[in-house]
């Protein structure tokens, strides 16, 4: 089946775990990321940097056949240890959003569900990122969400997160990942002032030519998804629910 957009797979964290009932999009047991990655290999899928992809998908240049990009949000310790030599194996670069104001922290959003708070990777971490072809972008300050915010409250939660990530790696930080998916036409305006050339939400679908740079869907790889369910988002999964938003005003269309 010929695939015309960009398929963008959005991870949080890559390990081993429990079976648990909560925020089963937000772990990825970290033999069927292995199995996910071969697979990606195998069937040849042109696994894109973040800044190739948005070239692409600005018109500048054209999208290859197959083409994915692998997200990974808030910037977890554990990818590290368990996501990266998989990635590292098979040559594929990636892109972590960090949370400017929580770098080293844990993530304490867990705690209102009673779930373990994992840790953040700190500013030495996310360097080391950067010698292995692994972009970071932003992902907010506080990790909160946009959508209604102030616009006081959008520039220091936005603009804030790139200066800070930017001194802190020493890099530029031009991507941005909306905390919660959490975005509207104001937040994109702010994400578009603060300078970044694209942002991810959490709406699925595949991204394409008709997405806003400022607003692409993503496919959420969750803690039950075999190889089956992973060759049904890639290949089947392109149409969202929603239409999504777009800062010109018109209505992205999708094709199923």
């Known amino acids: 089946m010929m695939i015309t957009g960009i398929n963008i797979l959005m991870?949080?964290?890559?390990?081993?775990?429990?079976p648990m009932r909560l925020h089963r999009a937000s772990f990825?047991?970290?033999?069927?990321?292995?199995?996910?990655?071969?697979?990606?290999?195998y069937l040849r899928f042109n696994i894109l940097d973040i800044d190739t992809a948005s070239a692409c998908l600005r018109g500048e240049l054209a999208i290859p056949p197959r083409a994915v990009v692998l997200t990974f949000d808030d910037a977890y310790?554990?990818?590290?240890?368990?996501?990266?030599?998989?990635?590292?194996r098979y040559g594929f670069p990636a892109v972590v959003y960090a949370i400017a104001g929580k770098l080293g922290g844990v993530a304490d959003w867990y705690l209102s569900d009673g779930m373990k708070t994992p840790p953040l990777m700190?500013?030495?971490?996310?360097?080391?990122?950067?010698?292995?072809?692994i972009a970071v972008g932003a992902h907010g300050l506080t990790h909160r969400g946009l959508a209604g915010l102030p616009q006081?409250?959008?520039k220091q939660?936005?603009?804030?997160?790139?200066?800070?990530?930017?001194?802190?790696?020493?890099?530029?930080?031009?991507?941005?990942?909306?905390?919660?998916?959490?975005?509207?036409?104001?937040a994109m305006r702010a994400v578009r002032d603060a300078g970044f050339v694209s942002a991810v939400t959490c709406e699925r679908g595949l991204a394409d030519m008709q997405?806003?740079?400022?607003?692409l869907p993503r496919k959420a790889i969750s803690f039950g998804d075999d190889l089956a369910g992973f060759a049904w988002k890639l290949f089947l999964k392109n149409k969202p629910k929603h239409p999504?938003?777009?800062?010109?005003?018109?209505?992205?269309?999708?094709?199923?």
Do not use: W
């Open 11 to 18: 991870y949080h964290q890559v390990g081993r775990f429990e």
């Open 28 to 41: 990825c047991d970290v033999g069927r990321f292995s199995a996910q990655m071969a697979m990606l290999k």
């Open 77 to 88: 310790v554990n990818f590290l240890e368990y996501a990266l030599p998989v990635l590292r």
């Open 244 to 256: 999504l938003l777009r800062l010109d005003g018109a209505v992205s269309k999708k094709s199923a």
């Open 122 to 133: 700190d500013e030495a971490q996310l360097r080391e990122l950067l010698r292995h072809d």
């Open 211 to 215: 997405s806003d740079p400022l607003a």
């Open 157 to 186: 939660e936005i603009l804030h997160s790139r200066t800070i990530l930017e001194q802190k790696i020493g890099a530029p930080v031009r991507h941005f990942c909306y905390p919660y998916g959490s975005h509207d036409l104001p």
């Open 152 to 154: 006081d409250i959008l």
